[in-house]
Nanobody, 124 residues
Framework: QVQLVESGGGLVQAGGSLRLSCAASGRTFSPYAMAWFRQAPGKEREFVEA????????VYADSVKGRFTISRDNAKNTVYLQMNSLKPEDTAVYYCAARTSSIATMTVSSYNYWGQGTQVTVSS
């Protein structure tokens, strides 16, 4: 089992920045690909960005291209999401996820472990 705990969410004005963190515990973190997803009220959970186990490759949603950056520190068992130029449409609960594979994917069903989520609210 892997436990994931997100932090760093909050309220920010449009154009501002936030950095989310996801701390993993329970099993070795380094073999797992990691991802961030988000879910707005009344909408399905959607992919944001993912990173391979080594950190050498990332994939991202078009909606966050050039604004969000995922990274990881395997020594600290932590994955990050740096969010810049935030927009009101980025408002959602952000979830960290891990999959028992080194390959990063974009689908919800391919991830085995999930955090409880952290709220991000962007005001206009």
């Amino acid at each position: 089992q892997v436990q994931l705990v997100e932090s760093g969410g909050g309220l920010v004005q449009a154009g501002g920045s936030l950095r989310l963190s996801c701390a993993a515990s329970g099993r070795t973190f380094s073999p797992y690909a990691m991802a961030w997803f988000r879910q707005a009220p009344g909408k399905e959970r959607e992919f944001v960005e993912a990173i391979t186990s080594s950190g050498s490759n990332t994939v991202y949603a078009d909606s966050v291209k050039g604004r969000f950056t995922i990274s990881r520190d395997n020594a600290k068992n932590t994955v990050y999401l740096q969010m810049n130029s935030l927009k009101p449409e980025d408002t959602a609960v952000y979830y960290c996820a891990a999959r028992t594979s080194s390959i990063a994917t974009m689908t919800v069903s391919s991830y085995n472990y999930w955090g409880q989520g952290t709220q991000v609210t962007v005001s206009s």
